[in-house]
Nanobody
Framework: QVRLVESGGGLVQAGGSLRLSCAAS????????MGWFRQAPGKEREFVAT????????IEADSVKGRFTISRDNAKNTVYLQMNRVKPEDTAVYYC????????????????????WGQGTQVTVSS
């Protein structure tokens, strides 16, 4: 069983930066694609970014492309989301998730692919 714990959320001013972390425990996720998703109040959960098992392939949503960067440190069993030039519309609960199929070269953007989820961390961007 995989346990994912997000951290690093908080209140930040528009234009600022924040780095989210997602630490895995229970078993290693070094062979799994990992994703970040977010859910704003009153909205559906949406894809933010994903990274394949080796870190060689990433995909970002158009809404965050050029501002957010996903990365991973397999030695630490941790995935990161660097958020730069944040906007009020980035306000949401951010979740990390792990795909259960190992060694995918191309990660997926659909949340239906992800079997393990963290509890989420709140990010609030003030204008």
């Amino acid at each position: 069983q995989v346990r994912l714990v997000e951290s690093g959320g908080g209140l930040v001013q528009a234009g600022g930066s924040l780095r989210l972390s997602c630490a895995a425990s229970g078993r290693t996720v070094t062979s799994n694609a990992m994703g970040w998703f977010r859910q704003a109040p009153g909205k559906e959960r949406e894809f933010v970014a994903t990274i394949n098992w080796s870190g060689s392939r990433t995909i970002e949503a158009d809404s965050v492309k050029g501002r957010f960067t996903i990365s991973r440190d397999n030695a630490k069993n941790t995935v990161y989301l660097q958020m730069n030039r944040v906007k009020p519309e980035d306000t949401a609960v951010y979740y990390c998730a792990a795909d259960s199929d190992p060694y995918l070269m191309r990660p997926y953007t659909s949340e239906n692919r992800y079997n393990y989820w963290g509890q989420g961390t709140q990010v609030t961007v003030s204008s």
